[in-house]
């Protein structure tokens, strides 16, 4: 089976919807199917080309620029179905190169996909609500009605879908951890040790953005935890946002630095495994997130999770019994974790309840063998379609 990705993904470096659709292509490529990955705009690095030639999948480019790309939608959508291939397997949402080139995919009866990886959620939907509202009206809409399935990463994400395109068929996928990056988990996980006295170790990894990702809520829940009598310290790893207001508020938040905070570069492969061994519990605050892989990395080393019930990914959470889920209200976060976190060997049983779970269902293997049978169902109805008569006009 011959399958295209196409989104604005950075592969450059291991995070995000770049990490996650990396896993699933390598997944795919080794199930026996024929990848290729275009990226609508931006450049390649030579890392990034010589990583996937390695793995035996192409990855190109459309366009140079953004502008670029659309203005050449229509020749990019003959490039693409002169590729031949089976389906196509769009990324993201709200972007309209993608419309356009499956207008030109629908008119050769090549079907496609689309994991919007978190586009539609509620929080999203506020940001330029007036633009998005025509922007779904005009385009989004219809291109999510001709997509053979729409992929969404948990139960709560396939609402949200759900509320935009009623009726239409859509499959719960999450993320996955691609072998490489579980296999450094596992080796991090036979390192553990039970901590012998000494100050509790929190840890958060991930984008610096004080907002979307809750730092501020998080620096004051283990500040009142520590009032309370909790020893614990607190450790973030992160990598800066690029819009400079969220920045200049993570300098703020930043400049307040308490002695049980420390604040660190971003870490990737066998160092970011070896500080997940080195924590006692993760905590991932979101006011939303659609997924948080980092969550089931950690997860994946043994270490128990604390997130809040704002992000998606928390009723996975409460059904591994990985961790504890707390509401986005400080007072009752604490009154909560002062209790929970109080009992060793709970924390030992919960961490080992969420590297089962991710062993179940969050391998590159076991992801793309799920996604298969979703391409084989769209595949499978496609020859189903009765070919329209001549002169029929065709319903849009």
């Known amino acids: 089976m011959h399958v295209i990705h196409i989104g604005e993904l950075n592969f450059a470096l291991p995070t995000g919807s770049g990490m996650?659709?990396?896993?699933?292509?390598?997944?795919?490529?080794?199930?026996?199917?024929?990848?290729?990955?275009?990226?609508?705009?931006?450049?390649?690095?030579?890392?990034?080309?010589?990583?996937?030639?390695?793995?035996?999948?192409?990855?190109?480019?459309?366009?140079?620029?953004?502008?670029?790309?659309?203005?050449?939608?229509?020749?990019?959508?003959?490039?693409?179905?002169?590729m031949r291939p089976d389906l196509v397997h769009f990324h993201s949402g709200f972007l309209p190169l993608h419309p356009l080139i499956a207008n030109a995919?629908?008119?050769?009866?090549?079907?496609?996909?689309?994991?919007?990886?978190?586009?539609?959620?509620?929080?999203?939907?506020?940001?330029?609500?007036?633009?998005?509202s025509a922007y779904l009206h005009l385009l989004e809409r219809r291109y999510l009605y001709h997509a053979a399935a729409v992929v969404a990463l948990t139960e709560a994400e396939k609402l949200d879908v759900a509320a935009i395109v009623p009726g239409q068929r859509i499959d719960v996928i999450p993320n996955a951890i691609d072998s490489d990056s579980l296999a450094l988990c596992n080796l991090a996980r036979q390192a553990r040790r039970i901590r012998q006295g000494g100050a509790m170790q929190a840890m958060f990894l991930g984008r610096y953005d004080v907002w979307t990702k809750g730092l501020d809520f998080l620096c004051e829940l283990v500040g009142r935890l520590r009032e309370r009598g909790l020893n614990m310290e607190l450790s973030l790893y992160g990598t800066q946002d690029p819009k400079p207001e969220r920045q200049r508020e993570f300098q703020e938040l930043a400049s307040r630095l308490l002695p049980y905070m420390r604040i660190n570069n971003a870490v990737y492969g066998e160092d970011k495994a070896a500080v997940l061994a080195a924590c006692d519990v993760y905590f991932q605050t979101s006011r939303y997130e659609a997924f948080?892989?980092?969550?089931?990395?950690?997860?994946?080393?043994?270490?128990?999770?604390?997130?809040?019930?704002?992000?998606?990914?928390?009723?996975?959470?409460?059904?591994?019994?990985?961790?504890?889920?707390?509401?986005?209200?400080?007072?009752?976060?604490t009154t909560?974790?002062?209790?929970?976190?109080?009992?060793?060997?709970?924390?030992?049983?919960?961490?080992?309840?969420?590297?089962?779970?991710?062993?179940?269902?969050?391998?590159?293997?076991?992801?793309?063998?799920?996604?298969?049978?979703?391409y084989q169902d769209a595949l499978m109805a496609k020859k189903n379609v009765p070919a329209a008569r001549p002169g029929s006009v065709s319903r849009a």
Request: with cysteine.
């Open 292 to 333: 948080g892989i980092s969550v089931v990395e950690a997860m994946a080393v043994g270490v128990p999770v604390v997130i809040t019930d704002t992000m998606h990914f928390s009723s996975d959470v409460q059904q591994a019994d990985a961790g504890f889920v707390i509401p986005f209200d400080l007072e009752r976060a």
């Open 20 to 82: 996650a659709v990396w896993s699933l292509v390598t997944g795919l490529r080794s199930l026996g199917c024929e990848i290729e990955v275009l990226r609508p705009y931006g450049k390649v690095s030579d890392g990034e080309r010589q990583r996937f030639l390695e793995a035996g999948i192409g990855i190109s480019l459309l366009s140079s620029s953004k502008r670029e790309a659309l203005l050449a939608a229509f020749a990019h959508g003959r490039r693409i179905v002169e």
């Open 105 to 132: 995919l629908r008119r050769h009866g090549i079907p496609y996909l689309v994991t919007p990886h978190g586009a539609f959620h509620p929080e999203v939907l506020r940001r330029g609500p007036w633009k998005k």
């Open 336 to 374: 909560i974790l002062l209790d929970a976190l109080a009992e060793p060997n709970a924390l030992l049983q919960k961490g080992e309840h969420g590297r089962q779970y991710v062993m179940q269902n969050f391998t590159s293997e076991s992801v793309a063998a799920r996604t298969l049978e979703v």
